[in-house]
């Protein structure tokens, strides 16, 4: 018998050195590690939660099926637990650990409740502390709801039906459309997990610019407005600019925080396409619009397109590799003190010294 080489022999250290497709062989093994990171996550174990998101990561970019686990060889970032996980699921087909977390009340209720847009962990498990269990229970027992959460248990249904692709690029062309009204030669790109190739996503993310600098200031409340009066929006929360470059890049133990582009979360109105939809007429769709000044466009497309895991990874590289510090605004290298600019995702890896790695490769 040949011995094979091990499938993890030439895997590198970080998802932002790998390739990973969005189809790969070990689907059912990659299910089972993100079941028990998502279920970590839910009990604020973050540590726990990013071993096993690392673990499926590293799977996800081996170039076969694993049918035993000696094939991974030493491969790092592949914690006892996780090698635990995957043997069961390779012998015997499911792993009774990960069976008994999706049955389990507090995961199946925390999962319920932050699939409400709005909803995040901590707010989910004070209602299952609380005993609530359902969405009616909200209801019931008039639970105290921000205006977001409302909107989010109003539209539940549709925000939790899958976005498909030509509804992403049909929102995407509704925004083009109303952006030439105000600022002729603006741009919108769709960014997030379509922009990887995905054919349905949770949402849309569009990212605008405009290739003069500065023309894209106040782009962002006029168009919410156009939206807003053609009925086109269901719910919206705007947020100002609050990014100065003067202050600095954050500080490397921040690099988590959201950035501070002049954004908007939204809830579109999307006339139907077919579908859950198309008896009633229309369908609710979350939209992520975010207004970036074209000297920071490369970063907030790298930035905002993901997975994010590859985008936690490419930080994490920057910082322990490189001593410089990313985020969706700037490169900022910490030893020579300056920021790096670039043009293009590609000058930004260069930067880095990565391989370039394509939207398609990102879903690590
Ligand atoms: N992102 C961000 N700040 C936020 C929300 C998202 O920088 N407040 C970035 C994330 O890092 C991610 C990208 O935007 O890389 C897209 O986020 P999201 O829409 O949550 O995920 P997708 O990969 O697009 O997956 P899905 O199809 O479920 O939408
Ligand atoms: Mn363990
Ligand atoms: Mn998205
Ligand atoms: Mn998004």
Redesign the pocket.
């Known amino acids: 018998v040949t011995a094979l080489a091990p499938l993890g022999q030439q895997m590198a250290p970080y998802a932002c050195q790998r390739r990973t497709p969005l189809l790969h062989s070990n689907q059912p093994l990659t299910e089972a590690l993100e079941t028990l990171a998502e279920e970590a996550g839910f009990s604020g174990s973050e540590g726990r939660s990013l071993a096993f998101t690392r673990a499926a990561s590293v799977l996800k970019a081996l170039p076969g099926r694993l049918s035993a686990l000696e094939e991974l060889g030493p491969l790092p970032g592949i914690g006892e637990h996780s090698r635990r996980v995957i043997q069961d699921v390779l012998e015997d087909g499911v792993s009774v650990e990960v069976e008994r977390v999706k049955l389990s009340e507090r995961y199946r209720t925390m999962k319920l409740f932050t699939k409400i847009f709005g909803v995040g962990v901590r707010t989910a498990s004070r209602w299952y502390q609380e005993g609530l269990r359902t969405l009616l229970d909200l209801q019931e027992r008039n639970t105290k709801l921000t205006r977001q959460q409302q909107a989010g248990l109003r539209h539940y249904d549709d925000l939790n039906t899958p976005v498909e692709r030509g509804e992403a690029e049909s929102v995407g062309r509704t925004v083009q459309e109303a952006v030439q009204r105000f600022l002729p030669g603006a741009s919108v790109t769709l960014?997030?997990?379509f922009r990887?190739g995905?054919p349905r996503?949770?949402?849309v993310?569009l990212l605008l610019t405009h290739p003069e600098a500065g023309r894209e200031a106040g782009l962002l409340s006029r168009l919410v407005s156009w939206l807003d009066s053609q009925g086109l929006i269901l719910y919206q929360h705007s947020q100002e600019n609050s990014f100065a470059l003067c202050e600095g890049p954050e500080p490397p133990g921040s690099r988590d925080v959201?950035?501070r582009f002049e954004r908007c979360f939204s809830i579109f109105r999307l006339e139907a396409q077919g579908g859950p939809g198309a008896a009633r007429g229309w369908k609710a769709v979350r939209v992520?619009l975010v207004v970036a000044p074209v000297s920071q466009f490369p970063f907030a497309l790298l930035?905002?397109?993901?997975?994010?895991h590859f985008?936690r990874e490419l930080r994490r590289f920057a910082s322990h590799e490189r001593k410089m510090v990313l985020n969706?605004h700037a490169l900022y290298d910490t030893m020579r003190k300056r920021f790096l600019p670039a043009a293009s995702e590609e000058e930004i890896f260069q930067h880095l010294g990565l391989e370039y790695v394509p939207p398609g490769q990102r879903n690590a």
Do not use: F, M, P, Y
Request: aromatic share 4%.
């Open positions: 960014a997030g997990g990887r995905k996503g949770h949402d993310d959201l950035d992520d930035g905002w397109t993901g997975s994010r985008e969706s």
